[in-house]
T-cell receptor
Framework: SAVISQKPSRDICQRGTSLTIQCQVD?????MFWYRQQPGQSLTLIAT?????????ESGFVIDKFPISRPNLTFSTLTVSNMSPEDSSIYLC???????????FGQGTRLTVV | GENVEQHPSTLSVQEGDSAVIKCTYS??????FPWYKQELGKRPQLIID?????GEKKDQRIAVTLNKTAKHFSLHITETQPEDSAVYFC????????????FGKGTHLIIQP
């Protein structure tokens, strides 16, 4: 299975600022996704990161708040913009590789907004 | 879009007993149903999955059943052990896994010694 490195693992940020989270995979993957997991809750899909084109966002998530880049088949970034305490969550990168359709997760970024 | 309901939210069983977690989904086009285990502070780990062309799949102490007509699927863990204690999430999607997943709310499984 693909090895996924997500950075930073955690951060504490001031409200009104932005944080960019990086997801690096050790092999080319077909699909990359970003999820949010609020404290004690389930995972919610934010968007599909499309290589070379704009991300596809789920209902309730918008590009201005969560801009996503995917410049190649092994790397993606998620930015959480103009943060508020409600953005405090764990953000997870997920990949589906070309060999099968199992989805694997990065270790997550624990974000606290103060 | 897809909606996945998961029950129970908390399940406490005696060590050695069986545990069953149930999920229902709404989108009849869904064809891929994975289960993830998440230990405290760790990433979700895939433990078993099933596709719509199969009714049951087993891997040692873990099994998953799927009823497409009723749109529900279940996770069965037999001979539970303390290390089975975790939060379990079911999920579904219609892209065979190549689309993003819709998750249930999770079940906190507690194995009592």
């Amino acid at each position: 299975s693909a090895v996924i490195s997500q950075k930073p693992s955690r951060d504490i940020c001031q409200r009104g600022t932005s944080l960019t989270i990086q997801c690096q995979v050790d092999s080319q993957v077909t699909m990359m996704f970003w999820y949010r997991q609020q404290p004690g809750q389930s995972l919610t899909l934010i968007a599909t990161a499309n290589q070379g084109s704009e991300a596809t966002y789920e209902s309730g998530f918008v590009i201005d708040k969560f801009p996503i880049s995917r410049p190649n088949l092994t790397f993606s970034t998620l930015t959480v913009s103009n943060m508020s305490p409600e953005d405090s969550s764990i953000y997870l990168c997920s990949v589906v590789d070309g060999l099968n359709t199992e989805a694997f997760f990065g270790q997550g970024t624990r974000l606290t907004v103060v | 879009g897809e909606n996945v309901e998961q029950h129970p939210s908390t399940l406490s069983v005696q060590e050695g007993d069986s545990a069953v977690i149930k999920c229902t989904y709404s989108d009849s086009a869904s064809n891929y149903f994975p289960w993830y285990k998440q230990e405290l502070g760790k990433r979700p780990q895939l433990i078993i999955d099933i596709r719509s062309n199969v009714g049951e799949k087993k891997d040692q102490r873990i099994a998953v059943t799927l009823n497409k007509t009723a749109k529900h699927f279940s996770l069965h863990i037999t001979e539970t052990q303390p290390e089975d204690s975790a939060v379990y999430f079911c999920a579904a999607n219609s892209g065979g896994g190549a689309d993003g997943l819709t998750f249930g709310k999770g079940t906190h499984l507690i194995i009592q010694p």
